[in-house]
């Protein structure tokens, strides 16, 4: 009778083989917007997780057009509550016979309308915050920079790569 140990070191082979060892994961970086990079946070051989930032460019004016949209939506949320306020009172002297009921029409289509100003505010508001964030470029998956391709000072736009960013996690013989 073999004791497991041993049956296991009789198991044992080394295999020599040649070939590339190929990531099951690559991809070439970009932005999703023009602009001037004002920070590199890596460089070749780092190793970075998915989510960090790897790049940023410079904001400030996507944060001064978001500030933009703040205040109009803000604008838009005042006139909507104040046409909340008008149609409520021409409900109440509608019922009181103070009011014709095509005011109280014409109040609930401008409430209708400042709804609908108000939801396009609100989108336009969210989209450029969306566009900020875009102001960072973050790694999509845990790996390694095998490429560095920008630095401070530089402008860049999409589709022109940064970083190449390879997975370690998988790696195949080929």
């Known amino acids: 009778v073999l004791g497991v140990d041993r049956f296991l070191d009789m198991c044992r082979t080394v295999l020599n083989v040649i070939g590339d060892l190929v990531a099951a994961q690559h991809a070439s970086l970009s932005p999703r917007i023009d602009g001037l990079v004002t920070r590199v946070n890596v460089d070749v051989g780092d190793r970075v997780a998915a989510g960090d930032v790897l790049l940023s460019l410079d904001p400030v004016l996507a944060r001064q057009l978001l500030q933009q949209y703040q205040a109009a939506t803000a604008a838009a949320e005042a006139t909507y509550q104040e046409n909340v306020r008008l149609v409520k009172e021409a409900e109440r002297l509608t019922k009181q016979n103070h009011l014709p009921l095509t005011e109280l029409s014409l109040r609930q289509s401008t409430l209708a309308i ?32 095998s490429r560095k391709l920008s630095e401070a000072g530089e402008w860049i736009t999409p589709g022109t790569a940064a970083f190449e960013l390879v997975a370690t996690d998988k790696v195949y013989l080929d």
């Open 114 to 145: 400042s709804k609908a100003q108000l939801d396009a505010a609100r989108a336009e508001q969210q989209a450029q915050a969306t566009r900020v964030a875009w102001h960072q470029l973050e790694a999509p998956f845990d790996g390694v920079i």
